[in-house]
């Protein structure tokens, strides 16, 4: 691995080391990266001692400063784009934001004993008799090799330790694309209920991280099967399961959720657009009725799933903000391009999805896209044709029309000048008929018709524009 400290601080450290006669290892997520070929700017140094001294001596000589936090006993610098957290090696569970004593001066096998998993516990000598030699006394280079996440003791332990591990361990395996050791699956599914010590925050964090990686139902699947999910997240859990009425069943709600978020990721990054499909059908339980001669039906999920958001938002302390809007607008807007495009799609209709979707019209048109899951091949080449027509229809009347961002050619204040009305019904009427004249198509946005058309409107209301 000696090639592969390629960048000049190892080399700066390593002097430290030398200099200051102490120990010193790189470990964690930097040396499993390495190994992985993944680019990561967070280095950890272990140190066989004083971790906070040997940083201060490490930024005397590279002339940074360092920061200090001692209730972790950790100290950090940062080296051009390098943000390098140094820790003495310790016996006790190595774990972040932990409230319990450290307790430092254990050897290094004591320091990788009690970290979260074999590949995470990997360490490169940075001492001069062995430099750039790999240490891993839990097989974790083979870990790597076999894509398998393990912990170094009894996972029972290590999730003791610190129950977010049962997250991580999922989060990695998402994000690495890796299988979960067996003996760590059953740990998980019996301690589970520990979850509930850890912070909310620390829990959503590694959701979002699952979320974010290339195939996020790798990491559902696992949360569902140990039965975290239902603890963390049980709208989501909710959605399992087929019932079946007279013969009829409806899809399983979960599993159809998994796909459109796994097809969504293939076309966006975005962690909201991300989010929205999870939700788009998070009613369903809800709303969910049986119907004779009809069967399964899910009415107005779209609508309470919207309303379900804030809610949600909260639980699991995800901003509640202008993304949180996002991803209601999208829960509520869900079905509207579909069903355009199963029937005559008129410019009108067409208007008026725009006009409601504005800004969130390309994001709630990859989520529909991705929200078709049918195995039929003859209804999957009709969804994606008459969908291509909705997308070009959109761009059509989107150009003609311009109701993206739309602002009314009239506002409440010229109404009110021009009838000499204050404030009230009347001058919400008019508005609204405006707005419907032009989603109809049956003028257009701009203000001349616009106004032609108020006076017409106003006259039926027994109302005339006062002369100035
Ligand atoms: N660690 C641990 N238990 C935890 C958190 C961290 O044992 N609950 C150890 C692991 O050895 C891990 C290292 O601390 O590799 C650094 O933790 P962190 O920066 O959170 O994770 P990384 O492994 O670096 O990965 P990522 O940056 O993707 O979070």
Known sequence: MQQHLKHPIFKILAETAEQTKTEIYVIGGFVRDLYLERPS????????????EFAEKVGQKLKSNVAIFKSFGTAMLKYHDLEIEFVGARKESYRSNSRKPIVENGTLQDDQLRRDFTINALAISLNKQNY????????????LQNKTIRTPLDPIITFSDDPLRMMRAIRFATQLHFNIDQAAIEAISSQKERIHIVSKERITDELNKIILAPKPSIGFNYLFDTGLLKLIFPQMANLYGVEIINGRGHKDNFYHTLQVLDNICQTSEDLWLRWAAILHDIAKPATKRYEEGHGWTFHGHEDKGARMVPQIFAQLKLPLNDKMKFVQKLVLLHLRPIVLAQEKITDSAVRRLLFEAGEEIESLMLLCNADVTTKNEYKLKKYRNNFELVKQKLKDVEERDQLRNWQPPIT???IMQTFGLAAGKEVGILKNAIREAILEGDITNNYEEAFTFMLQKAKELGLEPVTS
């Open 41 to 52: 700017k967070d280095i950890d140094i272990v140190v066989l001692g004083n971790g906070i």
């Open 132 to 143: 750039g030699e790999v240490i891993d006394p839990f097989e974790g280079l083979a870990d």
């Open 412 to 414: 409440g204040n010229d």
